[in-house]
Every structure is written in structure tokens, then in C-alpha cells.
């Protein structure tokens, strides 16, 4: 019989899993990773993101327009992508691997198939780890350049200085829900059909006869 606690864990995983690549998604997709704002116009401000950059104002909208190229493109934002378009991939790819390994799911009901489906689970708990430690390497790399710079004291006061965006939040988040459903889908992985041992008791029977043979005593081993 399945374990209520194992069913909750793979259930929760899946949707904290779901929410991350939701969240890591979002954060590939928004423009808001690094902010630009300045005293002199205050109803303008700059928004920089993995695939473009926008301007927003107040009266006029907002206005975005893609990097015109890739081999020209800063160093930190081409391995930002590469880094978070990985944790996209590898985060699908567990979740996929987690739903047939379900115990919900009515298939591989063999001693053989519940190792199989112990196996894809414990992978797709890999995979949401690895996906959540990539995420949080590129969201982590941009914050601590945006940090560099705005302490840079080469730059003049006057200049406009770097601030953390909405989209690395949203990131950081990811990173987190990925490592969790990880740890649930691992933990869910714990049976105790698994993990105990079958202890068999052998009943021996054993005469011992005392020297002249008159009594006899039976010991059980």
C-alpha cells in the first residue's frame, strides 16, 4: 500500500516544481534585470533584460527594442542566458520525468516497475536541483555585477547607477521552489519496503544428552 505521507510529498513537489519553471520562465522572459533611473528625469527610467532593453515614461509608454547583436553582446548577459535557458530545459525535463514516476500514475505495478519509477523520481528530483543551482548561479552572477557597479567610485555621482531589477526576485524564487520540490520528490522516494530488513527467525531444534544418557534437554536456536 502506497504511504499518504509519499503521495503528499510527490504531489506538493510537483507543483512547487511547476511553480518554479513558471517563475524561471517569467524571468527569462522579462526585461526588468537591471534598472536605470535618474534624478534629472524622474518620469523616465532604463530596464535592461536578457534579450532586450526597454525605456519607460510616464507620459510617452514604454518603448523596447532588441539587442541588434549577439556576438557583440556583454559578456554577463550571454552567460545570463545561457545559464538560465539551461535551468528552463533541465527543470522541464525533471518534471516530465517525474509524472510517470507518480504513484498515482496506474502503470509498472511490478516489483521491477516500482524500481524503475523510484529510479525516474529520484532523477527528476536531480534534475530540479541542478535546474534551480543553475538559475540561481545566473540570477546571483548579474545581482553581484549590478552590486560592483553601483559601488564603483570610478563612476561620477552624476551618472546613473545599476539597481536589482524585479525579474532577479522573480528568479531568486525560482531557484528556491526548484531545490525544494527537488528535496520533496527525493523524500517521497523513502519506503520503508525499501529500507527494511526481512528478518527470518530459524527455529533449530537441538538434543543435548547429559553423560549417561538418562536426561535429555531441548534448546530452540
Not at 12 to 24: E, P, R, V
Not at 67 to 77: A, C, I, P, S
Not at 145 to 162: A, C, G, N
Not at 180 to 192: K, M, N, P, W, Y
Request: proline share 3%; net charge negative.
Amino acid at each position: 500500500m502506497t504511504n499518504p505521507c509519499n503521495v503528499a510529498m510527490e504531489i506538493l513537489g510537483m507543483l512547487i516544481g511547476m511553480g518554479g519553471w513558471f517563475c524561471s520562465l517569467a524571468a527569462t522572459i522579462m526585461p526588468q534585470w537591471l534598472s536605470l533611473s535618474t534624478e534629472l528625469f524622474t518620469l523616465e527610467s532604463h530596464e535592461q533584460g536578457l534579450w532586450e532593453s526597454c525605456v519607460f515614461h510616464e507620459v510617452i509608454g514604454t518603448e523596447c527594442r532588441p539587442y541588434d547583436t549577439l556576438l557583440g553582446l556583454n559578456q554577463m548577459w550571454m552567460l545570463a542566458r545561457v545559464l538560465i535557458c539551461l535551468s528552463d530545459a533541465t527543470c522541464l525535463l525533471g518534471l516530465l520525468l517525474a509524472i510517470p514516476a507518480m504513484s498515482q500514475i496506474n502503470c509498472c505495478k511490478s516489483e521491477e516497475g516500482r524500481r524503475t519509477k523510484r529510479g525516474l523520481k529520484i532523477t527528476a528530483a536531480v534534475f530540479l536541483c541542478i535546474a534551480g543551482m543553475l538559475v540561481l548561479t545566473a540570477i546571483s552572477y548579474v545581482a553581484h555585477h549590478i552590486v560592483m557597479k553601483f559601488f564603483d567610485e570610478s563612476t561620477p555621482q552624476v551618472l546613473p547607477r545599476s539597481e536589482f531589477g524585479d525579474a532577479l526576485f522573480i528568479g531568486w524564487s525560482a531557484a528556491l521552489l526548484d531545490i525544494v520540490a527537488g528535496i520533496l520528490l527525493f523524500s517521497s522516494c523513502t519506503d520503508s519496503r525499501y529500507r527494511e530488513a526481512n528478518l527470518v527467525y530459524h527455529h533449530q531444534r537441538q538434543e543435548i544428552r547429559t553423560v549417561d544418557g538418562s536426561r535429555k534437554r531441548t534448546e530452540y536456536v
